[in-house]
């Protein structure tokens, strides 16, 4: 069955004339006409008794539209709500992002983005995992690192800066490290996902480091709580320890080497037409991003 059939006459019969249809539907009445007899043919019975002057339902169409037209209209109210929603700030937004990032940097983004726009609600996934975006529904997503969803808008955000951190107690027991290399001597604190610690120095060499470690983990925080409690060195981002550094808790090490930190991206399903809820907060995060001393 041609749904659009069934909607035109639909409003056929609510409008009284085909005349008064077309004009409301934006349409020529005689493709208005046509289409109608189209969609009788495709019934196998006629709906509407026309001629030059008069107008009427046959005992079919009456029946048709008495059992349908409240389907349809309750349809058209139904398609105008979600309208109303996708091109209004209200409704749901569903957002993945890491752990440590999401308790850094994307909560305090959220909870002043609902306070400015109460009527959107928001879910949100906290996971050191890659979520499935897709089986998630998710709107938005923050990853760090190289993206490899194609069919996904990335816009990078800004780069992590990474930092070697450690206890002042710890160095006195080990000695200070002078080149990226001494680290080997020092029991380390290493993320999963971190193989490789990639050091610049300021006239363009470079060191690789594979970290043997002491303490293996997935979260950054944990890491971090390692540092502070002096079970080894980590290479982290300067974000996790920036307050620890400035309480005197954490000092960062071999600060004329330079480590290659990961990009920050948001990204959002490849449409062409992006919800307002969702644009506005996008948005919204990427002014944020401006005024970070980063």
Known sequence: MNYQDLYYFIKVVEKGSLIAASKYLDIPTSTLSRR??????????????RSAKTFGLTESGQRFYSTL?????????RMEDVNNELSSLSGDIRIAAPVSFGHHYVK???????????????????????VD??????????RLGEVTLNDWVSRPLFDSTMVICSTPSLLKSYGEPATPAE???????????????????KEGGSFTLTPKAHLRT?????A??????????????????????EAG??????????????TVHIMYPHRESVPVKTRTFIDFVIDKVRTLNL
Request: glycine residues 4%; contains cysteine; negative net charge.
């Open 36 to 49: 109608l007899q189209a969609f009788e043919q495709e019934l196998g019975y006629k709906l509407i008794h």
């Open 69 to 77: 037209s409240g389907v349809v209209n309750e349809l058209e109210m």
């Open 108 to 130: 305090e983004w959220v909870f002043e983005f609902m306070e400015q726009n109460p009527k959107i609600s928001v879910e949100m996934f906290l996971s050191n995992e890659n």
């Open 133 to 142: 975006l897709v089986k998630n529904s998710i709107d938005i997503a923050f």
């Open 183 to 201: 680290l080997t001597k020092l029991p380390l604190v290493v993320m999963k996902r971190s193989a490789f610690w990639r050091f610049h120095d």
């Open 218 to 222: 997935d979260e950054i925080m944990f």
């Open 224 to 245: 971090k709580e390692a540092v502070k409690r002096g079970i080894g060195v980590a290479c982290l981002p300067r974000y996790v320890v920036e307050k620890s550094i």
């Open 249 to 262: 808790e954490i000092l960062t090490l071999l600060n004329d080497w330079s480590i290659k930190g990961k």
